[in-house]
């Protein structure tokens, strides 16, 4: 159990930074705040939510702690099945829960927002912890005990982020939609088509949230620093997951 210890201390260290970097001067509510979004998005999900994670996955790829397609590395066919499947079906969830006609740029802006936070999210809690409990449990018991503490990882991570994330009640549901996005992980077994899926669900909450605080005007234009810093984030982490693939 020293591979989830581990995992678990990278866990810790990612939500600190998340209390930080975003919880603390509630960043997510302030589209304006542009250094902050930068360094939440470049220190607490690109490197402690996504580079360490990927880093320990390498480690335990080579001492023979599993294999890739158990971190959600499989090969380009379930790839690009993945993010298909993510992408249709995590549409169709969002467009359940949030029927009114939207702006394409403020789904657009609002998709890149939570992207960055999405993909760490998925790495840590689901790649590395949840995948890494996994094998340390036999059979039946370590996929659903992995699925299980990943969706329960994810949900109590959201105490470190700002209102209305960091209620009780919210959390208690967030757990839910991790529930959901450990259903499709365990049937994609990928990582990014399983980000792309779970990201709707972010665009849902963060998307509520504006409309609350009467801060959606600010998506309504094409943010190109957001957008670019998705595209970042994507390709640094299709590029970070072939060592591992091929580990």
């Known amino acids: 159990m020293s591979s989830f210890r581990n995992a678990l201390a990278v ?6 930074a998340t209390w930080l970097l975003e919880g603390l001067p509630r960043t997510l509510l302030r589209p304006e705040a542009a250094g902050l979004r930068l360094g939440y ?14 880093w320990l996955i390498r480690r335990h790829l080579r001492a023979g702690w599993g294999t890739p397609a158990d971190y959600g590395f499989g090969g380009a066919a379930r790839r690009w099945a993945g993010i298909a499947a993510g992408a249709a079906i995590g549409y169709g969830v969002f ?8 702006d394409p740029i403020v789904l657009l802006n609002a998709y890149a927002q939570v992207w960055v936070v999405t993909a760490a999210e998925i790495t840590v809690c689901w790649a590395l912890a949840g995948a890494t409990l996994r094998r340390a449990l036999p059979a039946w018991s370590g996929m659903l005990g992995g ?5 329960l990882l994810f949900g109590v991570y959201h105490f470190a982020h700002s209102p209305p994330f ?29 980000a792309v899926f779970h990201n709707f669900f972010g665009v849902a909450g963060v998307l509520a949230a504006l409309e609350a605080g009467g801060k959606l005007p600010a998506l309504a234009e094409p943010a190109a620093g957001p957008i670019a810093m998705a595209l970042l984030v ?11 693939a091929r580990s």
């Not at 866990?11 to 600190?16: C, G, K, R």
């Not at 209620?167 to 939609?177: D, G, Q, S, W």
């Not at 992980?185 to 990582?191: E, T």
């Open 11 to 16: 866990y810790l260290l990612w939500v600190l």
């Open 95 to 102: 467009r359940a829960s949030h029927p009114q006609p939207l």
């Open 234 to 244: 994507a390709g640094a982490l299709a590029i970070a997951a072939r060592p591992a």
């Open 147 to 151: 699925a299980g503490i990943a969706s």
């Open 166 to 194: 960091n209620e009780p009640r919210m959390v208690a549901f967030l757990t839910l939609v991790g529930l959901a996005t450990s259903l499709f992980w365990l049937v994609s077994r990928d990582l990014l088509g399983t």
């Open 41 to 54: 998005a470049l220190v607490a999900n690109l490197g402690l939510g996504i580079f360490l994670p990927l």
